[in-house]
Nanobody, 124 residues
């Protein structure tokens, strides 16, 4: 079974930075699409960013501030978050999908595996 574990969350002030990691075990995910989603209290889970091979995709709300990357040798995905805003506060989840398209990559129901989430809190 594939296991995804997020780390790197924490509490920062607005304008600060955090780097989230998602380590995978159980199977090499080099051919999988990897994505980040987040969910704030009272809100629906939303797409944040994804990487399919070398192609990167971002939600409009984080474009220019967040950067997604992956290290296939370590079976790990990263999300560098800069210029954080209070609106970025949420539980961040990493996910993996065996098959996606450019259209479906933003749909959470297309992802096969999910991590437990890591809390990110940004104060004003």
């Amino acid at each position: 079974q594939v296991q995804l574990i997020e780390s790197g969350g924490g509490s920062v002030q607005a304008g600060g930075s955090l780097r989230l990691s998602c380590a995978a075990s159980g199977r090499t995910l080099s051919t999988y699409t990897m994505g980040w989603f987040r969910q704030a209290p009272g809100k629906k889970r939303e797409f944040v960013a994804a990487i399919r091979w070398s192609a990167q995709y971002y939600a409009d709300s984080v474009k220019g501030r967040f950067t997604i990357s992956r290290d296939d040798a370590k079976n790990t995905m990263y999300l560098q978050m800069n210029s954080l805003e209070p609106e970025d506060s949420a539980v961040y989840y990493c996910a993996a999908a065996a098959r996606t398209t450019a259209y479906s990559i933003r749909s959470e129901n297309k992802y096969d595996y999910w991590g437990q989430g890591t809390q990110v809190t940004v104060s004003s």
